[in-house]
């Protein structure tokens, strides 16, 4: 059996709660990153154009007819 003396323990618990409070801290600054990231992602993402086919400067012939052999 192992002895802790009153000083002791009220260390241990005062340490272990300093360490809960920074994982708290650091997974708050880490969905806040997140959440800005993802903001910048959705605006990189509305301003690519559709993907559309163009046929601008296309002579009109093009894109008409495909042949195709069996």
């Known amino acids: 059996m192992m002895n802790i003396s009153p000083n ?3 260390s241990l618990a005062m340490s272990m709660q300093q ?3 920074h994982q708290d ?3 708050s600054m ?3 990153a997140m959440d800005v990231q993802s903001q910048g ?3 990189l993402i509305e301003s690519v154009p559709s993907a559309a086919p163009s046929s601008k400067g296309l002579p ?3 894109g008409n007819n495909i042949n195709t052999t069996a």
């Open 8 to 10: 002791q323990a009220v």
């Open 19 to 21: 360490g809960s409070s």
């Open 25 to 27: 801290v650091q997974i």
């Open 30 to 32: 880490m969905k806040k």
């Open 41 to 43: 992602v959705l605006a």
């Open 60 to 62: 009109a012939n093009l």
